[in-house]
């Protein structure tokens, strides 16, 4: 188990997504940050107290939490030396990133002689099956986006509060590092060897009670040229009897593809639908949630409101306005 509290490692964040580890600790697990710890030239802020590795043991916390999700994963040089010192200091430290703190033989010298844990949560445990497309028992939810870091995740656990605040039963199904950080379990999609990656999620959601609900964390989007690998196993190894189409309407060019337009949410509805209708030809698209941060409300409302009136879907921000209208959809389902 990983030590609680946390100190949230930024590094040199160039934007508010690059931190999306922490953000996501820290709307979702609050109780858990105690603080950050920014490196010069950090442009992403959680909110929260700005600590030295001293304040931070001060204050209580127990693992150094890297909150990065750079492009390819990577240690940079610079934080070798951060990480090196929290071990020194008597900080664990866990990472999701695909660079593995193991990897790293100064960091697992340290390690080994102050006793300290260090802990790689994008390393599968598991010997997962390679998928068969068997149809199983219970109902399963996949959100889809139109990018990377549209509100997949923060979708389905806004819409698992909600179900569960109703006494409805459902699962959050984390599938990629955040979500494990935030719940504690799941699997680490993105690491999975290709031919096993459809047949992890359907091992991560097994035979269930008719009425319950998994609610599958996405990744990727389908038509990201870099991820759309890991959003084909979902779809087919998630077997979603529901879609929540997910979209961020300010940005200019997929995440980290400048030469890339984003997709519309027709587009999305339909190709995810014509994929996912190759593993379960009654899946349905029953709602969309919108990332609103940078819309004010009046724009945010009106927005949604004409996305209802084109698509006959319920239409939503679930951490700005709840995820109300998301659940009602799936309550309905037929």
């Known amino acids: 188990m990983i030590e609680t509290p946390y100190l949230l490692f930024l590094g ?43 304040e931070a043991l001060e204050a209580g916390a127990k693992t150094l939490v890297i909150g990065v999700a750079n492009r390819g994963g990577m240690i940079s040089h610079e934080w070798r030396h951060v990480l090196a010192e929290a071990l020194l200091k008597g900080f664990d430290l866990a990472s999701g990133l695909h660079n593995l703190l193991s990897d790293e033989p100064e960091l ?84 999975v060897i290709a031919d096993f990656m459809a047949g992890a999620v359907e091992w991560l959601t097994p035979d269930n009670d008719e009425d319950h609900w998994d609610l599958i964390e996405g990744q990727g989007s389908l038509f990201h040229a870099s991820y759309s690998g890991v959003t084909m196993a979902l779809v087919h190894g998630g077997q979603p009897d529901a879609l929540i189409l997910c979209h961020e309407p300010t940005r200019e060019h997929m995440r980290g593809l400048p030469d890339y337009a984003l997709p519309s949410l027709e587009e999305l509805r339909d190709l995810a639908l014509t994929l996912a209708s190759r593993v379960n030809p009654d899946v ?47 309550a309905a389902f037929d």
């Open 108 to 191: 697992v010298e340290i390690a080994k002689a102050e006793g300290r844990e260090m802990h790689d949560v994008r390393v599968p445990e598991v010997d997962y099956p390679i998928a068969n497309g068997k149809k199983r028992t219970g109902k399963r939810c996949l959100a889809v986006g139109t990018d990377c870091s549209v509100g997949k995740m923060y979708t389905a656990l806004a819409m698992d509060a909600e179900m569960q605040k109703r006494g409805m039963k459902s699962t959050f199904r984390a599938t990629g590092q955040t979500g494990i950080l935030i719940t504690g379990d799941g699997i680490p999609l993105d690491a």
């Open 12 to 54: 040199e964040a160039p934007d508010q997504l690059a931190a999306k580890v922490a953000q996501g600790i820290k709307d979702w697990r609050p109780e858990f940050a105690v603080g950050q710890f920014r490196m010069d030239g950090c442009k992403a802020d959680m909110k929260l107290t700005d600590m030295t590795l001293d």
């Open 284 to 330: 349905k698209a029953v709602g969309i949630s919108v990332n609103t941060q940078h819309l004010s409300e009046d724009e945010a409302n009106s927005y949604l409101a004409d996305l209802e009136a084109e698509f006959c879907l319920p239409a939503v921000d679930p951490f700005r306005h709840g995820a109300g209208k998301l659940v009602d959809a799936l």
